[in-house]
């Protein structure tokens, strides 16, 4: 899914109405950090983790963006249990972190996360399976989080791709105000 630098996924836009005003919302190789500045403008707290450092000097100094280089896939998570109230993760797809991602949000924290599917080596890159989700696959590998909302299929634009996405809630008995999205 390629983007212009500034045009957050319609995805994240979408289902960010649901995260805690104000709240403190980490993006998940955030790259050029095009959600950072989305969700800053929407007032939250916002995190960045990427290991590009090139790709983080978008966002470096910027106030109200916090940076953090890291090696997610080699190196230790470097984020607490329940220090955020949203995470977003767009394009990336590691399985062996779906539990640091789960367990980083607080109660009632929103996880917003959309990223290719097996059926996108037909219209480009990623084209190995080990970076495509298999069919439903996010939907069992988020648990105990509630989802929201889950799409899985074809999309036409930005340009045509598989993915795979979903909303989900941490910990909240409650149905989620889809109204409010």
Sequence with gaps: MTHAIDSPSPWVRR????????????????????????????????VGVDRD?????????VAGI??????????????????????VVTNYLHRPLFGNLVGALRPGGVLIYETFALGNERYGRPTNPDF???????LHSLEPLTIAAFEEGLISAPKAAVVQRVCAVRGDSNPAPLDAV
């Design 132 to 138: 495509l989700l298999k069919p439903g696959e996010l």
């Design 15 to 46: 289902w960010a109405a649901l995260i805690r005003p104000g709240g403190r919302v980490l993006d998940v190789a955030c790259g050029r950090g095009r959600h950072l500045r989305f969700l800053k403008s929407r007032g939250f707290s916002v």
């Design 53 to 61: 450092e090139a790709a983080l000097a978008a966002s470096k100094g």
């Design 66 to 87: 916090e940076i953090r280089v890291a090696d997610i896939e080699a190196g230790p998570w470097p984020f607490a249990p329940d220090e955020f109230d949203g995470v």
